[in-house]
């Protein structure tokens, strides 16, 4: 009985556990069961959530987008960047906002799509608004989307491209939507200078919406279709009593011919975005990165002799400067900025050997190339960019001087004149200039000059660089005098040409205009390794 009894507790031990072992791998199937259903649960949430993310704002107003002749956001992505690269982030985002009923209207996405993709094989990060959702007004999470891949574009050193379609901030979020706006705006100034930041205006944009796009480096508009302005028609009616539609006071062509505040306009969403692949192939991914290189079959040592016959022999007929740019450049490839505003003053972005360049050149067509307001500040900020990417600057100058009256005195031409003094000689790329013709006055000195240390200085055989024209230096010299005529040709013997500068060794040489697309190329390659620094300091003071 003993042996029994203690077989019988020997064998219950060995029972207990193993009860205990079946016990808990029914439990585990019973709780597998659970959680697959569960997991079933939440993937089919994913899939309505992506569904419903990837629908904006729904078919119907999909539909009203379209019959705009304008694109969704989506459809907007699918164009600018390349094929199957887009990763989107923060998809299933919702804004916070309980009142007005907005707690039972959560679009998912909350009406922006943000992420990251590639153009042309090189990294970007993005954000399209998404007019079907409120409208693409800005609350709190919207922007937090935008902030965040801001964040990241920064850190890693990559460009940002915005595709603006908002009517503004969303007023049932109220201070909160204010808020969003300040977080972009200073995140477009920590950025600035740091990545290439783009915006292309798309719809509506208004009130705070603005600044954003005018803290980026290029602004962009479609025509007939966008809008920028801080307060719309209504607002003015009743503040000023004017009459104005939306495309007078904020439309694609009041913005890139008048206030120069768009740098181009094109004709439809697809334009636009294709266009806006094209300038991203000139620009660096960041400030530490090297220039992207294009491979071509422009020869660096090609001679043009038609620029031998560019400039008249007379002096005070036009050119038109486009036409030496693009004979210079490689492949006669020019992407002009702002080419409706400022038209006395010419800037873009071409290729020299395959590397990027930026252009300013006067243009003798308008307004006989003089620098006013405008094209001083056009150039600057212009300026100001390549320096800040490390882009080499080209030079063309033909400047008869500043132009004088009292609109430009009253509108502070000293102040903004000044400020392409600035740009230029705090610039610290390799400058190149080429004087074709009149290089007159404080003119002179402002476009790149040796004065403001300018690495090599050209001029060709019809330069002439004086302090004025001959007609006006002998007017003032020999006032009263009667032999005007000869006193004048003796003056442009003496000062109306390239020799005084060259003997003094501020130009480097005299070159013929055939040979001026070889010795750029040369001198690039010579200035590739440029290092200069300016003094310590926090920042200069441009006089703005």
Partial sequence: MAMAAAVFRASAAVARPFAKSVHTAAAALSSGIINTKESVTVKSRVAAKREAALLGGGQKRIDAQHARGKLTARERLQVLLDPDSFREYDMFMEHDCRDFGMDGNRPTGDGVITGQGRINGRQVFVFSQDFTVFGGSLGATHAKKICKVMDKAALVGAPVIGLN?????????????????????????????????????????????????????????????????????????????????????????????????????????????????????????????????????????????????????????????????????DEEDFFELQPEYAQNIIVGFARMAGRAVGVVANQPLVASGTLDINSSVKAARFVRFCDAFNIPLITFVDVPGFLPGTAQEYGGIIRHGAKLLYAYAEATVPKITIITRKAYGGAYDVMSSKHLRGDINYAWPSAEIAVMGAKGAVSIIFRGKENLAELENEYVEKFANPFPAARRGFVDDIIQPSETRSMICHDLEMLSGKQRDGPRRKHGNIPL
């Fill in 165 to 329: 379609d908002s009517g503004g901030a969303r007023i049932q979020e109220g201070i909160d939507a204010l808020g969003g706006y300040a977080d972009i705006f200073q995140r477009n100034v920590d950025s600035s200078g740091v990545i290439p930041q783009i915006s292309v205006i798309m719809g509506p944009s208004a009130g705070g919406a603005v600044y954003s796009p005018a803290l980026t480096d290029f602004t962009f508009m479609v025509k007939d279709t966008s809008y920028l302005f801080v307060t719309g028609p209504d607002v003015v009616k009743s503040v000023t009593n004017e009459d104005v539609t939306q495309e007078e006071l904020g439309g694609a062509k009041t913005h890139c011919s008048k206030s120069g505040v768009a740098h181009r306009a094109f004709d439809n969403d697809i334009d636009a975005l294709q266009q806006i692949r094209e300038l991203f192939n000139f620009l660096p991914q960041s400030n530490r990165h090297e220039l992207p290189i294009r491979e071509t079959l422009d020869s660096s040592d090609r001679i043009e002799p038609s620029l031998d016959l560019v400039v008249p022999n007379d002096s005070q007929k036009a050119y038109n400067m486009k036409d030496v740019i693009m004979k210079v450049v």
